[in-house]
């Protein structure tokens, strides 16, 4: 068995010494020599042919100064951008009551800054057209709270006051300038005047007027002219729909109408409006 083990590594050894000899004769063959020179040829290719890149697309006559924009407008800018061979691109748009649409306001890169030809160039202006923001003003809030949050929604708010036992020193409503309600989901475009309504009290007494017959919108007209706020608003069986209740009519009014001053100023009058009488609702009166 020693014998066997002596072999194996004898026959190793040879086999060993074999394939050195073979790779000393290659590197000393004109084979070899063949090698080394077609992968230097082509290392200097490829090292030439990113030495032309460079050279070119780092050359003095590529690179650009960047032109101050801001206050041109868009369509000015993207002119003077193309002359020098840069890409305009309008990134976004804010804003402003007091900004010139399609004014430019910010570029990226900025102003005397160093790029190369066609490179894209970032502009912001502002917008031509306000966004549209909700309300979001609910009844008995608070009106200096309510007035801050118009304001950063960019509104213009004009403050009013009016007679209201039941929300003294709380919003009652926003109105239009043409005096119409506005409900807290309603978007109207930024910079719009809003009129905003809060309770107050008074000694005055006022009397209470008749609105029976009326929709609820000359219903309510009524009722303010009258220094008096709209109570609780009931409608009838025969109300199904938005159409429905835009043509009820007032069926009842809690407070008896008359000509003598008998209220306080604000106080409320509670309304049942209807298409018609409902038959529970009769036998009840």
């Known amino acids: ?63 650009r100064l960047m032109p101050d924009l801001k206050t041109a407008t868009l369509q000015e800018a993207s002119d003077e951008l193309s002359s020098l061979g840069l890409v305009p691109v309008h990134l976004d748009s804010i804003y402003s009551r007091k900004g010139r649409p399609f004014e430019v306001i910010d570029q990226v ?57 039941a929300l003294v020193g709380r919003v009652i409503r926003l109105e239009d300038e043409q005096g119409n309600s506005l409900a807290p989901d309603v978007r109207r475009p930024k910079g719009t005047r809003v009129v905003l309504v809060s309770g107050t009290t008074t000694r005055e007494l006022v009397g209470v007027p008749n609105v029976k017959g009326l929709t609820l919108a000359e219903a309510r007209t009524t009722v303010l002219k009258a ?15 938005a159409s429905d209740s835009a043509r009820a009519k007032v069926l009842e009014q809690h407070l008896l109408p008359t000509l003598d001053k008998a209220v306080p100023a604000g106080t409320e009058l509670d309304l049942y409006l209807g298409l018609r009488w409902d038959r529970g609702r009769i036998e009840q009166n």
Do not use: C
């Not at 194996?8 to 010494?17: G, L, P, S």
């Not at 066609?118 to 809030?141: A, C, D, H, N």
């Not at 220094?227 to 729909?241: H, N, T």
């Open 1 to 63: 068995m020693g014998r066997d083990v002596h072999a194996a590594y004898q026959f190793r050894a040879i086999h060993v010494d074999e394939r050195m000899k073979q790779w000393f004769r290659y590197m000393f063959s004109r084979s070899f020599i063949r090698t080394v020179f077609r992968l230097g040829i082509v290392w200097s290719l490829l090292l030439g042919g990113l030495w032309f890149y460079l050279k070119v697309y780092t050359q003095p006559g590529s690179t």
């Open 227 to 241: 220094k008096m706020s709209l109570g609780l608003v009931e409608f009838a069986e025969s109300v199904e729909d």
């Open 109 to 165: 890169p900025p102003a005397a800054s160093k790029i190369k030809a066609g490179r894209k160039v970032y502009l912001t202006t502002y917008r031509s057209t306000p966004p549209f923001e909700r309300l979001g003003i609910e009844e008995g809030q608070d009106p200096g709270i309510a007035r801050i949050v118009l304001e950063n929604k960019g509104f213009e708010v004009e403050e009013t006051f009016e007679p209201n036992l």
